[in-house]
């Protein structure tokens, strides 16, 4: 059974802070991982993807990829109150495996 | 591009009745997902399509199936429901089966 795992939280950090979340993944193999970000009551929204080791950048929002540690973690820099919302950690695998998901943290921002 | 549309987006129905939800793809994206979402089990894979053809399956008892049509709009139906089968179903979509997947806003399922 493939699992992917998080700390559910919350996470809390104040306003302007670095918030750093981060996700355990069990299938070594695994080639794709990705962050959703889901707000309450709303669908989940793609944040970033990332294949190879090391570090991904997108405007405040840095991936950071350890195939060897199976461990893959997202910063948000500035953290703003609207970053307040549940982060997913997706991971796959080669050929046709499926996306799996962890269980989200909930990340609270305070002003 | 418009994004992935999902419908009905809420749905109340009673334990034994069957329901089916519908899904249409961001335009020339091939594969379709389906998810539940539960507070407890968070999101859970169902199952996946790629050009009309079931590529993967999660581990959901029969009562839950899927197709995909030509132009690639997918549907779930899940028949004879339980009260365990209250959940938010999402499905989404990518240009292929490896690819970067796209959420739709999902059908919130009530069974009473």
């Known amino acids: 059974q493939k699992e992917v795992e998080q700390n559910s939280g919350p996470l809390s950090v104040p306003e302007g802070a670095i918030a750093s979340l981060n996700c355990t993944y069990s299938?070594?193999?695994?080639?794709?991982f990705f962050w959703y970000r889901q707000y309450s009551g709303k669908s989940p929204e793609l944040i970033m993807s990332i294949y190879s080791n090391g570090d991904k950048e997108d405007g405040r929002f840095t991936a950071q990829l350890n195939k060897a540690s199976q461990y893959v973690s997202l910063l948000i820099r500035d953290s703003q109150p609207s970053d307040s919302a549940t982060y997913l950690c997706?991971?796959?695998?080669?050929?046709?495996?499926?996306?799996?998901f962890g269980k989200g943290t909930r990340l609270s921002v305070i002003a | 591009k418009a994004g992935v549309t999902q419908t009905p987006r809420y749905l109340i129905k009673t334990r034994g009745q069957q329901v089916t939800l519908s899904c249409s793809p961001i335009s020339g994206h091939r594969s379709v997902s389906w998810y539940q979402q539960t507070p407890g089990q968070g999101l859970q894979f169902l199952f996946e399509y790629f050009s009309e053809t079931q590529r993967n399956k999660g581990n959901f008892p029969g009562r839950f199936s899927g197709r995909q049509f030509s132009n690639s709009r997918s549907e779930m139906n899940v028949s004879t429901l339980e009260l365990g089968d209250s959940a938010l179903y999402l499905c989404a979509s990518s240009p292929d089966i490896q690819e970067t997947q796209y959420f739709g806003p999902g059908t919130r399922l009530l069974v009473l």
């Open positions: 997706a991971v796959k695998g080669p050929g046709n495996t499926p996306l799996v």
């Open positions: 299938d070594r193999v695994s080639q794709s």
